[in-house]
């Protein structure tokens, strides 16, 4: 048997678009994987099929030192870091692998064996989806590729959480519920909050429930969108496993590039997003229920999280945006009987 470790810690769509990588490292003859990912996101993993054992990361010194000296006794003959900072640079190197694998990057040469470049240029010039760059890096070790399209898995406390959640909400049908992100991690990829208030109120008027993805930090989001659009639903804070489990009900996501988006995808719900600064050939999720609007600004695709003449979101006018959306959505209904999978394996 070889015994195998992957480390990504956070964040989580990363940890989403981690899970094809995972598979193709299961999928190596005789090998048991474990898997060591930051605690809100271990359910997620925890789950899925040859997934043997996540171990719970804390971001304190003396959480990392624990782990290691944990993870060095394991005697594993294979590690993979999916992140490569200095934290999980050492935690590969401290695990003692014969055979340790991570991306080529300053500083973190020394924790590997085997270095694969974090970013490359396809033949026919696009940039490459972040979960391709994770299956290099498992191909480096012997993987054997089973697709690029992610999955995640959802438990029964999360499925119970998430029927809590949605009565709390005042939802009763919510595979005619769209979810929107009107929040997102870079504030240069975030649309105006006026921008989807526009969208959700045009959504209600075609006949949909609307339920804003709020995450922790973003609650004053939901405030100022409740107060912009008559009848909207926010989310009430929840954990992660508690976010997918809903998402799985839902009609479809729609919004920021995010990671309750990939958490969409990774449980077959058609989404739609609109992308500035990040560039969809990275981001986007395969397949056709999965649809996309770029600015048409020359500087876009830029990855930049500040910048001093914010335009490209802007421009991305809300009505139009309406129109894309509510197109997609007639072109990409989930089946009936479809109200989201405890996982898709």
């Known amino acids: 048997m070889t015994r195998i470790l992957a480390i990504r810690p956070r964040a989580l769509g990363d940890v989403v678009l981690v899970t094809p990588a995972l598979r193709a490292l299961a999928r190596i003859p005789g090998a048991s994987l474990d898997v060591a990912t930051e605690r809100p996101y271990a359910p997620l993993l925890e789950g899925l099929p040859r997934v043997a054992r996540v171990w719970r990361m804390g971001r304190a010194a003396r959480d990392t030192a624990r782990l290691a000296v944990e993870l060095r006794r394991q005697r594993y003959d294979v590690a993979v870091d999916f992140f490569g900072n200095p934290r999980t640079a050492l935690l590969t190197a401290a695990t003692g692998a014969p055979l340790r694998a991570g991306y080529r990057l300053r500083g973190r040469l020394g924790a590997y064996h085997r270095r694969v470049p974090r970013s490359v240029v396809p033949e026919r010039g696009e940039r490459e989806y972040a979960a391709a760059v994770h299956l290099r890096l498992a191909r480096a070790v012997g993987g054997i590729d089973d697709g690029l399209d ?47 208030a526009v969208l959700a109120r045009r959504l209600i008027e075609a ?73 969809p050939d990275t981001w986007n999720p395969p397949g056709s229920s999965h649809g996309w609007w770029w600015t048409e600004l ?26 894309l959306v509510l197109d997609h959505l007639a072109r990409h209904v989930r089946p009936a009987a479809d109200l989201g999978p405890a996982a898709r394996a």
Do not use: N, Y
Request: hydrophobic share 50%; with cysteine.
């Open 150 to 196: 992610a999955r995640i898995a959802i438990g029964a406390d999360a499925r119970a959480a998430a029927e809590r959640t949605l009565a709390a909400c005042g939802i009763e049908a919510p595979d005619q519920v769209v979810g929107l992100v009107a929040a997102g991690t870079w504030a240069t990829k975030t649309w105006p909050l006026s921008h989807s």
């Open 298 to 323: 020359p500087c876009r695709g830029c990855d930049r999280t500040a910048c001093p003449h914010w335009s490209c979101m802007p421009s991305l006018a809300p009505e139009r945006a309406a129109a």
């Open 207 to 279: 006949g949909f429930g609307v339920l804003a993805l709020i995450g922790p930090g973003e609650r004053h989001v939901g405030r100022a969108l409740a107060a912009l659009v008559p009848g909207l639903h926010v989310l009430p804070p929840c954990d992660v496993p508690a976010l997918a489990a809903v998402i799985a009900r839902l009609h479809a996501v729609v919004g920021t590039d995010s990671g309750p988006r990939h958490l969409a995808a990774a449980l077959g719900v058609p989404t739609f997003a609109w992308f500035g600064p990040t560039h």
